[in-house]
């Protein structure tokens, strides 16, 4: 489990480097009595600024679940990002850049 948490947080972290956000998020993991439906992978709590995996999904994901599914969360953060702060904050979608070799 510990590798898949791993993962989920890597997943986190090389979208907010894309998107230009980097270290905006914690990511936390919580058992599925967290969420209102069992079956929820992961959410994004914009109070706090927090993506929550649902453990019970990560036992059973493959790492490319688990990697969109934090591409997914990270991108609605960025979207929140952009609504409630605009221009305010400098986020910038860089186009060239090595993100996996930084």
Not at 33 to 45: G, R
Not at 51 to 61: D, H, K, T, W
Not at 79 to 98: A, L
């Amino acid at each position: 489990m510990y590798k898949k948490q791993n993962n989920a947080i890597a997943a986190a972290r090389i979208t907010e480097k894309i998107l230009g956000i980097d270290n905006s998020l914690e990511v936390v993991f919580k058992d599925h009595q967290y969420f209102s439906e069992k079956d929820i992978s992961a959410v994004f709590v914009k109070e706090g600024y927090i993506i929550v995996f649902n453990n019970s999904f990560l036992e059973n994901a493959s790492l490319p679940e688990i990697m969109i599914t934090g591409f997914h969360e990270t991108r609605h953060a960025y979207q929140y990002m952009q609504i409630e702060y605009g221009t305010k904050i400098p986020f910038r979608y860089q186009d060239k850049q090595d993100v996996l070799n930084d």
